[in-house]
C-alpha cells in the first residue's frame, strides 16, 4: 500500500557508512520535501531528518538526508549499535492529499 | 516538550467501532495539527489523517469512508473512530503533533495496540 518504495533492509559494520533510497513519484516527493523517522520497536518513532536534509536540534550529524527528482536519500555515517533500528521516508502527497510513508528499511549493526 | 498519550481499548471486536482518545500535556494543543498513524504488525506506517485544533479535518482516502478525528480543545485530546473494523486493522494506533499542513510528524506518542478479534 505504501507509495513510497525503500529497500527491505541494509547493514553495516560499526563506523561504516550507509545509505537508504526512497523512490517516490512526482505527486510527492517530486513536488515536497522529504522527511525521515527512526523506530525502535516499542518506542515513538523519531523525526530525523526534515525538508529533505535539515536536523532537529539533537539529532546527531552522522544522519545527513538528500532528494533529487523522485527520490531521496538518508546517510548514516560511522554507524553505531545504537543505529540499529527500522527507518522510514515520508512526504506530503498532492495527489491523495495526504501524508504517505515508505515501506521501511531495517538497518542492522553487523 | 509536548508529551502525547494515547488510550483506549485494547481488543475490539469485528464489525464494531474502534475508538481510541490522545491527550497532550507539557503543551498547548494550537496552533498545531495532530495526526493518527497505525502500524500493522510486521508492517509499515500508514497515515489515517488529521485535525487542524480548529477543527479541519483532512483523511487519508483509503480509510475516508470510516474515520472521524475530532479535537476537545478544553480537555486538550484528540480522538480517533474507526468503524466497521476486521483484522486488517489490527496495528499499533500512534497520535502525532504537526506544526503545520504539510510539516513533518514532530512529536509521537508510545503508541498503543488495538486487536480486531471476536
Known amino acids: 500500500q505504501s507509495v513510497l518504495t525503500q529497500p527491505p533492509s541494509t547493514s553495516g559494520t560499526p563506523g561504516q557508512r550507509v545509505t537508504i533510497s526512497c523512490s517516490g513519484s512526482r505527486s510527492n516527493i517530486g513536488s515536497n520535501t522529504v522527511n525521515w523517522y527512526q523506530h525502535l520497536p516499542g518506542t515513538a518513532p523519531k523525526l530525523l531528518i526534515y525538508s529533505s536534509n535539515q536536523r532537529p536540534s539533537g539529532v546527531p550529524d552522522r544522519f545527513s538526508g538528500s532528494k533529487s527528482g523522485t527520490s531521496a536519500s538518508l546517510a548514516i555515517s560511522g554507524l553505531q549499535s545504537e543505529d540499529e533500528a527500522d527507518y522510514y521516508c515520508a512526504t506530503w502527497d498532492d495527489s491523495l492529499n495526504g501524508f504517505v510513508f515508505g515501506t521501511g528499511t531495517k538497518v542492522t549493526v553487523v | ?118
Open chain 2, 1 to 118: 516538550q509536548v508529551q502525547l498519550q494515547e488510550s483506549g481499548p485494547g481488543l475490539v471486536k469485528p464489525s464494531e467501532t474502534l475508538s481510541l482518545t490522545c491527550t497532550v500535556s507539557g503543551g498547548s494543543i494550537s496552533p498545531f495539527y495532530w495526526s493518527w498513524i497505525r502500524q500493522p504488525p510486521g508492517k509499515g506506517l500508514e497515515w489515517i489523517g488529521y485535525i487542524y485544533y480548529s477543527g479541519n479535518t483532512n483523511y487519508n482516502p483509503s480509510l475516508k469512508s470510516r474515520v472521524t478525528i475530532s479535537v476537545d480543545t478544553s480537555k486538550k485530546q484528540v480522538s480517533l473512530r474507526l468503524t466497521s473494523v476486521t483484522a486488517a486493522d489490527t496495528a499499533v494506533y500512534y497520535c502525532a503533533k504537526h506544526s503545520g499542513a504539510y510539516a513533518p510528524a514532530d512529536n509521537w506518542g508510545q503508541g498503543t495496540l488495538v486487536t480486531v478479534s471476536s
